[in-house]
């Protein structure tokens, strides 16, 4: 059965302890943009998302992918979500996301887990936030509704166009223009989140049923995904977001410890874990020049630098010798026991390292280490063993930002 997240009463106007779930349909096949649920937007796969913000929830206690394509469902599980299997006949253009929801709840009962509550939400609104989903349960909640959908505000005058050619208004008067201010308040459906009473929607077969209720977002949260030009608008949104969230908690990273050496991955952290391949096969990899900067201010000063990397491409150990740094690559599943090494050669203790990574290969190094240091768009596994998350992704100012840190810390001059 569930282990649910429970709840004071005076935050559930209701008389037992609700449980909820959220359900996120992403299928494979996508016309409208190729593989858009898997896509990179803001430095995390576009799932990634709203996968984050719903396992926040203070409602939700577990979030489910209903797919049936093998990278989704590998996404969705690096991103803390868990996997039910889409049938092909519910997966093909013509399929509904009611068809959907309603198949991940049948296996869920056969497991026996039967949510009280169906949180049921989109990839294409990469924007929602956690308390939009708060909002749109409490909302349901407070007004003992059965279903619950998120909106924005609508202003504008809708027309459409007759047989004959003429025009004509839909939800206004053509003969009559109120202000803004003057008019009924309207709403339009933004497709990010639906909340459900479980028993409700499998009696009645579609999201919309019993009482049903608004819940308001913000104009800047209510952003669909459904061309390619979106993504670019959406990306912008995001890292804005980013940005101003950081800015609002002023958050500022600081070292935990006073290193005596920073150890690196390459891939994912001097790097924007991307790959170019020519027609050859011939392998590049995209950096930042400001990493070389901030490394050459370390240089200066009596702390180690060094790179321990699982790949095999040249073209780690050409960057690490044009930076100045020490590099051991080609580590295959010997990267912790390279650390050890490293730190027993150089006799330092690895609680006096700074290692810097991004991916589940780099757990143990990071939890070894001082100081386990990841960069914003590290994977869920690195992160939830780091020490600090740095405000910048791999390869996009990552390492500069760190040997920022370690420069305050030891009191560097520039």
């Known amino acids: ?135 749109a349960v409490q909302k349901l909640l407070d007004e003992k509704a059965d279903s619950c959908l998120t909106v924005k505000d609508f202003h504008y005058f809708v027309w459409k166009q007759n047989e004959d050619g003429s025009a004509e208004g839909i939800n206004h008067d053509k003969r009559f223009r109120p202000r803004r201010q003057d008019r009924e308040p309207q709403y339009k459906e933004n497709g990010a989140i639906y909340v459900m009473k479980t028993d409700g929607f499998k009696k009645a077969g579609h999201r919309f049923f019993g009482k049903t209720v608004l819940s308001l977002m913000p104009p800047e949260r209510c952003f669909e995904i459904d061309e390619p030009a979106d993504l670019q608008i959406a990306e912008a949104l995001l890292l804005r977001h980013q940005s101003e969230a950081n800015r609002s908690t002023s958050y500022i990273p600081h070292l935990t410890i006073h290193p005596k050496a920073v150890l690196f991955d390459f891939d994912g952290v001097f790097t924007d874990n991307k790959v170019y391949v020519d027609e050859t096969g011939k392998e590049t990899v995209r950096c930042d020049r400001s990493d070389g900067w901030g490394l050459a201010q370390l240089n200066r000063s009596e702390i180690k630098l060094a790179v321990l990397s699982t790949e095999e491409n040249p073209v780690v150990s050409a960057r690490c010798k044009k930076l100045g740094i020490e590099c051991r690559q080609g580590l295959g599943e010997k990267k912790f026991e390279a650390f050890q090494n490293w730190c027993a050669e150089n006799g330092i203790k690895p609680e006096e390292v700074v290692f810097v990574g991004n991916d589940a290969n780099d757990t143990e190094c990071l939890k070894a280490a001082g100081c386990g240091v990841v960069p914003s768009d590290g994977y869920p596994e690195a992160k939830q063993v780091a020490s600090i998350v740095l405000t910048r992704p791999g390869g996009q100012g990552a390492v500069r930002e760190l040997c920022g840190l370690v420069g305050l810390t030891l009191n560097l001059r520039p």
């Open 1 to 135: 059965m569930f282990s649910m997240k429970t709840f004071k009463k005076k935050l559930m106007p209701m008389e037992k302890i609700i449980k909820a779930i959220a359900i996120i349909p992403a299928r494979g096949g996508s016309k409208g943009i190729f593989r858009k649920n898997v896509i990179e937007i803001a430095g995390k796969p576009m799932l990634a998302w709203n996968i984050e913000a719903a396992r926040a929830s203070k409602f939700v206690d577990t979030v489910y992918i209903s797919t049936d394509d093998a990278e989704i469902a590998s996404v969705a599980r690096n991103y803390g979500a868990q996997v039910i299997g889409r049938p092909t006949e519910l997966a093909g253009d013509t399929a509904t996301s009611e068809s959907a929801l309603v198949h991940a709840l049948g296996v869920l009962k056969e497991q026996g887990k039967e949510p009280d509550l169906l949180i049921f939400m989109q990839c294409t609104s990469p924007l929602t936030a956690t308390e939009d989903i708060d909002a």
